[in-house]
Nanobody, 129 residues
Framework: QLRFVESGGGLVHTGGSLRLSCAAS????????IGWLRQAPGKEREGVSC????????YYADSVKGRFTISRDNAKNTVYLQMSSLKLEDTGVYYC??????????????????????WGQGTQVTVSS
């Protein structure tokens, strides 16, 4: 059965780091570009980062550029989000999702999200001062 599971969240102080993982079952992640999204309390969901299926291109929201790094290990069917220099505004629930095309297509990549019914519960990231 198709399923996405996010993990690695937690409570961290400002300036700290976390590495999130997105694991999938029932699907080969290598066939898809994968994106990370987040949703903070009272705010709309926003796209954070995306990586192409071939790992040749990535995209980052301006708010995380230079602090977050997306990567993938297709042998492990897993996509990662390394988050550093965390800020209070990075707090939220982080989700991963596949895209229809194999590339991210720039800033509009969240328009191509697939299978929302199979997304995981997300992983909570809380940044405190």
């Amino acid at each position: 059965q198709l399923r996405f599971v996010e993990s690695g969240g937690g409570l961290v102080h400002t300036g700290g780091s976390l590495r999130l993982s997105c694991a999938a079952s029932g699907v080969t992640l290598e066939d898809y570009a994968i994106g990370w999204l987040r949703q903070a309390p009272g705010k709309e969901r926003e796209g954070v980062s995306c990586i192409s299926s071939s790992d040749t291109s990535t995209y980052y929201a301006d708010s995380v550029k230079g602090r977050f790094t997306i990567s993938r290990d297709n042998a492990k069917n897993t996509v990662y989000l390394q988050m550093s220099s965390l800020k209070l505004e990075d707090t939220g629930v982080y989700y991963c999702a596949p895209l229809a095309p194999k590339s991210c297509r720039g800033a509009i990549w969240t328009s191509y999200l697939l299978y929302p019914e199979y997304w995981g519960q997300g992983t909570q990231v809380t940044v405190s001062s």
